[in-house]
Each structure stands twice: as structure tokens, then as C-alpha cells.
């Protein structure tokens, strides 16, 4: 058990400290090229390995819809394309050390977001506590996208629209996860595969469409090669390692231990941004140290066994101080 428990946390481990050093690379990679042709790009790349793996892994019979084929093209399309060109176009308009927490601590989110998707889909209302957790949760974002100086707001309307854009982002990956659950005799992987390969279809289209239009222009051979180091961590480090650790991680530990760490995505971001030679604000660490704060006490009290140790202990408390004045 204790093996099973070890190598569950390094996977998780693995997974966000993968995740959290995404944003930093991406902060690189978007100084060379767009989001909208990264996206496709990143995108076209991982769907036809997810495609290959599924093939090998589960079969040609993997690969059909089996008439679903509309489902999955609006989660693929939600999570791939609504994902990939908010984010990284928010990260892109904030750019540098900002733009990087700025990303990070607002999908750590995202585990709360999920509770306003499932109230939303299932009209089963969140707990007061996790209603009250979203909200300290947010004013942790604004702690951080202002760095505690709200006076900010007066001239960064282009930073709020590229943060309401990345909150946008975080919401499409939350529904696109969420979709998941309509998918559940499928394996993870088959259902990655799939709407990948449908979700990159909607991204060609859209930056195709864009490039026809003259909003976007196809990279030159330079550009790709600026970035081919930073396309190989997004695709197989982030991307195919970091998802498949991230799932072998939850399976051993249970998804109620694992979301745990998605907490560290923010700290690494943050980590690697001070070890480059970035100063975070008094205003940036309290907001993120909020953020996660809120994502781990609401996950402990969701438990059943913590709620019965914290009631325990209150009443050992009690029975204490009623011995005291006994005794008095």
C-alpha cells in the first residue's frame, strides 16, 4: 500500500509540475507565433499520436464514434480549440512574468469551476462552503491580477479583457472535463483521442478561416523552428506525459486525493518565473496563497472522514472544558 501510495504522488507530482512549467514555455513560444496557428499546431501534432496510441492500445474498433460523433466534436471543440486559443491568446496579450501566474493561478481554479458546471448541468447546488471557497478563490485571482493594488484597474482594461479571456479558457477545459463523464464505458484514452482529433478539425477551420481573412498569417520556417523546442514540451511532456500521469496518479490515489495537487500548478509557474529572474509582488503571493488555500480546505471538508475528525475533536474540546469546570 505504501509502494501504491508513493508512486501515485510522484505521477501527480510529475503531472503539475509538467503543467506548471507549460505556461512559462508558452510565454516564449507566443513571442515568435500566434495562438491560433501554436494551437493548430500543438494540436495536430498530439491528435494524431493520441490516434496511434489509441489504435495500438484498444484496435481499429476504437476508433469509430459509434453515432456520437457530434458529442464529441463540441467537447473536442470546447476543450482543444475554446481552450487553446483564449488561454494562450490571454497569455499573449498580458505576456511576460504576469502573463505566466496570471494563466497558472487562474486554471488552478478550475476544480471549483467544475462545482458551478455540475450545478449548473445537474441543478445539484454546491455546499455553502464550496460556494464560499469559489469566492475566496476568485478574490485570490484579483489579489494576483492586480498585485494587491487595486488602483491598477484605472489603466489595465486590456489586462481584465486578456484575464476574462483565460477564465473563459479554464471554463471551456472545465466542460470539456465534465463531458467526459458522458463517456464513462469508454477509457480515458479513447475519449482524448477522439475529441482531440475532432477538436483540431474546429481549430484548422477557425485559423484557416482567420488566414483567409488576413487576420492571421501562416508562420515562416524560422517561427517554427524558434519554437520546435517549446512544441516538444508542449505535445510530449505537458501534453502526452503529463496527461498520462496525471490519470495513472488519480487511479492510484483516488481523484479526491489527486485534484489535491493541481494546487502546485500556480506555485511552479511561479517558481520558475523567480528563479528567471522575475520579483513576485507582496499582492501576487498572498493571492495565490488564497487561491490554493481555498482548493485544499474545500477538498478536505468534502471528505467525510475529515468532517467526523474535525467533529471529534470539537467535541473532545468540549468534554475538556466541561471536566475543567467540574473540577473547579
Given at each position: 500500500?505504501?509502494?501504491?501510495?508513493?508512486?501515485?504522488?510522484?505521477?501527480?507530482?510529475?503531472?503539475?509540475?509538467?503543467?506548471?512549467?507549460?505556461?512559462?514555455?508558452?510565454?516564449?513560444?507566443?513571442?515568435?507565433?500566434d495562438p491560433f496557428?501554436?494551437?493548430?499546431?500543438?494540436?495536430?501534432?498530439?491528435?494524431?499520436?493520441?490516434?496511434?496510441?489509441?489504435?495500438?492500445?484498444?484496435?481499429?474498433?476504437?476508433?469509430?464514434?459509434?453515432?456520437?460523433?457530434?458529442?464529441?466534436?463540441?467537447?473536442?471543440?470546447?476543450?482543444?480549440?475554446?481552450?487553446?486559443?483564449?488561454?494562450?491568446?490571454?497569455?499573449?496579450?498580458?505576456?511576460?512574468?504576469?502573463?505566466?501566474?496570471?494563466?497558472?493561478?487562474?486554471?488552478?481554479?478550475?476544480?471549483?469551476?467544475?462545482?458551478?458546471?455540475?450545478?449548473?448541468?445537474?441543478?445539484?447546488?454546491?455546499?455553502?462552503?464550496?460556494?464560499?471557497?469559489?469566492?475566496?478563490?476568485?478574490?485570490?485571482?484579483?489579489?494576483?491580477?492586480?498585485?494587491?493594488?487595486?488602483?491598477?484597474?484605472?489603466?489595465?482594461?486590456?489586462?481584465?479583457?486578456?484575464?476574462?479571456?483565460?477564465?473563459?479558457?479554464?471554463?471551456?477545459?472545465?466542460?470539456?472535463?465534465?463531458?467526459?463523464?458522458?463517456?464513462?464505458?469508454?477509457?480515458?484514452?479513447?475519449?482524448?483521442?477522439?475529441?482531440?482529433?475532432?477538436g483540431t478539425i474546429?481549430?484548422?477551420?477557425?485559423?484557416?478561416?482567420?488566414?483567409?481573412?488576413?487576420?492571421?498569417?501562416?508562420?515562416?520556417?524560422?517561427?517554427?523552428?524558434?519554437?520546435?523546442?517549446?512544441?516538444?514540451?508542449?505535445?510530449?511532456?505537458?501534453?502526452i506525459f503529463g496527461?498520462?500521469?496525471?490519470?495513472?496518479?488519480?487511479?492510484?490515489?483516488?481523484?479526491?486525493?489527486?485534484?489535491?495537487?493541481?494546487?502546485?500548478?500556480?506555485?511552479?509557474?511561479?517558481?520558475?518565473?523567480?528563479?528567471?529572474?522575475?520579483?513576485?509582488?507582496?499582492?501576487?503571493?498572498?493571492?495565490?496563497?488564497?487561491?490554493?488555500?481555498?482548493?485544499?480546505?474545500?477538498?478536505?471538508?468534502?471528505?467525510?472522514?475529515?468532517?467526523?475528525?474535525?467533529?471529534?475533536?470539537?467535541?473532545?474540546?468540549?468534554?475538556?472544558?466541561?471536566?475543567?469546570?467540574?473540577?473547579?
Amino acid at each position: 500500500m505504501g509502494n501504491r501510495m508513493t508512486l501515485g504522488v510522484l505521477l501527480c507530482l510529475t503531472a503539475v509540475s509538467s503543467w506548471g512549467g507549460m505556461f512559462p514555455v508558452m510565454e516564449h513560444a507566443l513571442r515568435f507565433m500566434d495562438p491560433f496557428y501554436l494551437t493548430m499546431v500543438r494540436y495536430g501534432i498530439a491528435s494524431l499520436l493520441f490516434l496511434s496510441m489509441l489504435y495500438a492500445s484498444e484496435g481499429r474498433r476504437a476508433l469509430a464514434t459509434e453515432g456520437r460523433a457530434a458529442s464529441l466534436w463540441v467537447f473536442g471543440s470546447m476543450g482543444f480549440a475554446g481552450f487553446g486559443f483564449l488561454v494562450f491568446f490571454g497569455q499573449q496579450k498580458i505576456s511576460g512574468h504576469e502573463g505566466v501566474v496570471n494563466a497558472a493561478v487562474i486554471m488552478a481554479t478550475m476544480p471549483l469551476m467544475s462545482a458551478i458546471v455540475t450545478w449548473l448541468t445537474s441543478g445539484k447546488r454546491p455546499t455553502t462552503f464550496t460556494l464560499a471557497a469559489i469566492v475566496l478563490a476568485f478574490i485570490g485571482v484579483f489579489l494576483v491580477v492586480t498585485k494587491g493594488d487595486i488602483r491598477l484597474l484605472k489603466s489595465m482594461d486590456s489586462r481584465f479583457l486578456a484575464d476574462l479571456a483565460i477564465l473563459a479558457g479554464a471554463f471551456c477545459w472545465v466542460f470539456y472535463t465534465w463531458g467526459g463523464s458522458r463517456f464513462s464505458e469508454w477509457s480515458p484514452l479513447r475519449y482524448t483521442a477522439l475529441t482531440c482529433a475532432l477538436g483540431t478539425i474546429t481549430v484548422a477551420g477557425l485559423t484557416g478561416f482567420g488566414t483567409a481573412a488576413g487576420w492571421l498569417h501562416v508562420p515562416h520556417g524560422s517561427q517554427l523552428h524558434s519554437v520546435a523546442w517549446d512544441l516538444g514540451y508542449m505535445v510530449m511532456v505537458a501534453g502526452i506525459f503529463g496527461v498520462f500521469a496525471w490519470n495513472a496518479g488519480n487511479r492510484l490515489l483516488g481523484s479526491v486525493n489527486g485534484v489535491l495537487f493541481i494546487n502546485l500548478v500556480p506555485v511552479v509557474a511561479l517558481a520558475i518565473s523567480v528563479i528567471s529572474g522575475e520579483k513576485a509582488s507582496p499582492g501576487e503571493l498572498a493571492g495565490a496563497l488564497l487561491v490554493i488555500a481555498s482548493l485544499v480546505s474545500n477538498n478536505l471538508l468534502g471528505r467525510p472522514e475529515f468532517r467526523f475528525a474535525l467533529v471529534r475533536l470539537s467535541g473532545l474540546g468540549r468534554n475538556e472544558g466541561e471536566g475543567a469546570g467540574l473540577d473547579n
